[in-house]
């Protein structure tokens, strides 16, 4: 029975170690690398808080991110907020949607760059606003007709 626990304690041990490793792995990209991605429009927005237009912040989970190609959009993101709107089904509650449609317009600042982005193949027409620092951090507002904008917070990969 003692070699289980110390089995088990050894496991937890080496998973706790590989599980700092990854979060740790998880840096904002920064510089000339950081400026390309956005120049080319490839690149992915890992957000890391919530905030519903009535000012509720939730942690979010590793999960969920918008990832930015040239030829495409694909979002994942939570929706916390109120639907103005309520003849979409459970599962699609979130902001879940790809567009291969869409104006890219980006103007740059001293301390970074706001993306604005208009999609116009998706069922509902989301422009999502996009500030990026030049440390890789970044906040997403995304905006919908029939719900209540949301903001995210985090970082750029």
């Avoid at 951090?137 to 750029?156: C, D, K, M, P």
Wanted: proline residues 3%.
């Amino acid at each position: 029975m003692s070699i289980n626990f110390k089995t088990l304690i050894i496991s937890v041990f080496i998973l706790s170690i590989s599980g700092c490793k990854s979060v740790q792995n998880n840096k904002p990209m920064m510089g000339k690398d950081l400026a390309g991605k956005i120049e080319s429009a490839d690149y992915t927005f890992i957000p890391r808080m919530a905030i519903s237009a009535d000012g509720r912040a939730l942690q979010l989970s590793s999960t969920f991110s918008l990832r930015i190609s040239h030829d495409s959009i694909i979002a994942d993101l939570p929706y916390y907020g109120r639907a103005y709107v309520s003849s979409r089904p459970p599962a699609c509650s979130g902001l879940k949607f790809i567009s291969s449609k869409f104006d890219y317009n980006i103007k740059k600042n001293d301390s970074g760059s706001n993306i604005n982005i208009s999609t116009s193949d998706t069922d509902a027409k989301f422009n999502l606003l996009l500030t990026i620092n030049n440390k890789g951090n970044a906040s997403l507002t995304v905006n919908e007709n029939s719900r209540q904008s949301i903001v995210f917070y985090g970082y750029i990969e």
